[in-house]
């Protein structure tokens, strides 16, 4: 055997074992480029999601933002009925102990006050009205 025909034999071995560890290469940089776009769909579904909660984070702020205007709306309202039933409140309490006062004053009085007469009967016409 000549050294020609050796040294050709051994650089097939060696251009076969490069073509062999080529095919391996082509395999594991084809499985990384899927891992790649697989990667890159993953990100995108991520970038869609955030963007999703991002809208519905603006949206429940502004529904909070006009809830919470409607709620301070009928707080002042409620505390406009509350002063305004304070001022009922007090303003009963006055005429009942005029009238107590007057009773204990009369004591012989069995009759309502004219003035309290005449006014329940300026009133009595207006509610028969409304009820028919």
Known sequence: MSIALFVEILLSALLLATVVYCALLERKLSALRKGQDGLAETIGELN????SASVSMRTLRATADDAGKLLQEQIGKARGMID??????????????????????KPSANTLPTALTNRLDALRPRAAGGMR
């Open 84 to 105: 305004e039933l304070s001022l009922l409140n007090v303003s009963g309490e006055r005429i009942a102990q005029r009238i107590v006062g007057g009773a204990q004053a």
């Open 48 to 51: 869609r999601a955030i963007v």
